[in-house]
């Protein structure tokens, strides 16, 4: 998959979300733990969505590139988000987002708390 790919993928997530009220607070923000796609406020709680965008007909899905190392990273550079944001203490969640190509535009699957910040 291209950069060019993958930045159309999260903006099609990046709209699935405030379609649905969520306010975007940051794109591909950039830790030294790694980065986080988007990061995103709704009903006091703090959502790190890794969004994991797939053409042609992959072997495996795309929210199995987000194994257990991938998840400690994530957990990592979320802590360092939260401690340098005003939200420092609402609740959490780790969304993956799942964007393939579609017959006409994009098909968006999100896997609502797909793991656990205390892991």
Known sequence: MNRETG???EAVAAQYYRQRGYLLLNHNYRTRMGELDLVLYKDGTVVFAEVKTRTGHPLTTPADAVGPQKQRRLILAAQI???NSPYFDAPARFDVVEVTPAERGWQVHCIFDAFQMGM
């Open 7 to 9: 930045q159309k993928g």
């Open 81 to 83: 988000y939260l401690q």
